[in-house]
């Protein structure tokens, strides 16, 4: 299995609304990744697990929640989200010094979140 | 702090001919990696190629290579007999290993059209 898992594809939540983004893999990656990227810009680090540890919160609002509860998955919950937090959220995963075989990061598809 | 410049916006090419990205990065640091980066309509981000900045070879993948001016600070990518399925946002990005989930910067991206 070389892929990257998220789900869901596409998400569309109320300002009130508490969700959650999930995160998959299975290559026996210890670091893995969540951006934030808006539309024709570049992704945007929010947080890094590494072996499990939250190593990197790059300053993101409490109202997102990351959690690793094994080294498989990576969530991310949702609550009282801002139309401006609408944007395409990308998970990504490597070995835990940011490379893996073919180079860099493996990176999902990503979820489309709409917040309205 | 590292940064990644790209400073084609956009850029077109008809389909089989030879087209050159540009990207610049500045960094203080002698070991890291630099990679191109896809980004096709469909969200995927997709690795094109990696090179190490020990290595003074440059890379190359198939129809893309690099041209990997350390001095210079520039990473450049050729792309050969261009195809339709190239059309994508292409980033250039920088990566400083070893570490614990190590942090990937990227430039601003460029639009890459590819036409019939």
């Known amino acids: 299995d070389t892929e990257v898992t998220q789900t869901p594809k596409h998400l569309v939540m109320g300002m009130t609304n508490k969700k959650s983004l999930k995160c998959e893999q299975h290559?026996?990656?210890?670091?893995m990744y969540w951006y934030k990227q808006k539309a024709k810009k570049p992704p945007e680090l929010m947080f890094v697990y590494s072996y499990e540890k939250l190593s990197i919160n790059e300053s993101v609002p409490s109202r997102f929640s990351p959690e690793c509860p094994n080294s498989s998955l990576l969530n991310l919950h949702l609550h009282a989200l801002q139309p401006e937090d609408s944007a395409l959220y990308l998970c990504?995963?490597?070995?835990?010094?940011?490379?893996?075989?073919?180079?860099?990061?493996?990176f999902g598809s990503g979820t489309r979140l709409t917040v309205v | 702090a590292q940064t990644v410049t790209q400073s084609q916006p956009e850029m077109s090419v008809q389909e089989a001919e030879t087209v050159t990205l540009s990207c610049t990065y500045d960094t203080s640091e002698n070991n890291y990696y630099l990679f191109w980066y896809k980004q096709p309509p469909s969200r995927q981000m997709i690795l094109v190629i990696r090179?190490?900045?020990?290595?003074?070879q440059n890379a190359t993948e198939n129809r893309f290579s690099v041209n990997f001016q350390k001095a210079a600070k520039s990473f450049s990518l050729k792309i050969s007999d261009s195809q339709l399925g190239d059309t994508a946002m292409y980033f250039c990005a920088f990566m400083k290993p070893p570490a614990s989930g190590s942090r990937l910067t990227f430039g601003e991206g460029t639009q890459l059209t590819v036409n019939p």
């Open positions: 990504a995963s490597s070995h835990p010094g940011g490379d893996t075989p073919k180079g860099g990061y493996t």
């Open positions: 290559m026996g990656h210890r670091a």
């Open positions: 090179q190490e900045a020990y290595k003074q």
